[in-house]
């Protein structure tokens, strides 16, 4: 860590001979994405000439996304795939593929990167649970096809 780093961050300090402990909020992750700061607590001990983090924790510095169950919108769109209906979050394909736009069910928000990846690899998961056993099968990334080929070409 850098020493300008320390001025103006550091809370609950505390001197006790030779040791010097305190708190300090780092925001690596939310340069990422998180709505978390790491919290890690240090001390330096001045006569062994020693600093370290003797442990970490997380601070919740914005709100998290709320959460969403993801099984509803996997259940209509399964509905819709194996019953062949059209729907605003599909696009069929004259050989009988069917694509699913992610993008129209679980919207990427500027915020929450990880939040709708994995809420995105949830809806597919629970998709694929609904469809493989009536013999689809994922051909590229959110695009379906039957092994039975039901579909016209």
Aim: with cysteine.
């Amino acid at each position: 860590m850098q020493a300008h780093k320390i001025r103006g961050r550091t809370e609950d300090l505390a001197w006790n001979p030779p040791q010097l402990t305190f708190k300090i909020e780092r925001h690596g992750g939310t340069v990422n994405g998180s709505t978390r700061a790491e919290m890690q607590h240090w001390c330096v001990d001045v006569a062994a000439h020693t600093a370290e983090i003797v442990s970490t924790g997380r601070r919740q510095l914005r709100a998290m996304a709320k959460r969403v169950n993801v099984k509803g919108p996997a259940a209509e769109i399964a509905e819709a795939i194996l019953k062949g209906q059209e729907s605003a979050s599909l696009k069929r394909y004259p050989d009988g593929r069917v694509k699913v736009l992610i993008s129209a069910l679980i919207p990427h928000g500027d915020d929450f990167k990880q939040t709708v990846a994995g809420r995105r690899k949830r809806f597919r998961a629970a998709l694929e649970a609904l469809i493989q056993p009536q013999g689809w099968s994922e051909v590229s990334t959110n695009t379906y096809s039957d092994s039975q080929n039901s579909f016209p070409k």
